[in-house]
């Protein structure tokens, strides 16, 4: 009686165990699907677009640019 018992909770929990490795594997394929993740725009951020571009602009391109005036 006891090794049946033991047999099904086994069965049951392979069972369980592949079902969600399945739905993990189409989980996956649907935000795979897509494309490619991107970036979100300053405004999600809380940046203005002259602080986007402010930060873009790297210090060697500082250097040389005319001071703001």
Same mark, same amino acid.
């Given at each position: 009686?006891?090794?049946?018992?033991?047999?099904?909770?086994?069965?049951?929990?392979?069972?369980?165990?592949?079902?969600?490795?399945?739905?993990? %594997?189409? %989980?996956?394929?649907?935000?795979?699907?897509?494309?490619p993740? %991107?970036?979100?725009?300053?405004?999600?951020?809380?940046?203005? &677009?002259?602080?986007?571009?402010?930060a873009?602009?790297?210090?060697?391109? &500082?250097?040389?640019?005319?001071?703001?005036?």
């Amino acid at each position: 009686m006891n090794q049946t018992r033991g047999r099904w909770v086994a069965i049951i929990t392979g069972a369980l165990s592949v079902l969600i490795g399945v739905a993990y %594997l189409v %989980l996956i394929m649907l935000l795979d699907s897509r494309g490619p993740l %991107l970036p979100p725009p300053p405004e999600a951020l809380g940046i203005s &677009a002259a602080g986007a571009v402010a930060a873009a602009v790297s210090p060697a391109d &500082a250097a040389t640019a005319p001071p703001p005036g």
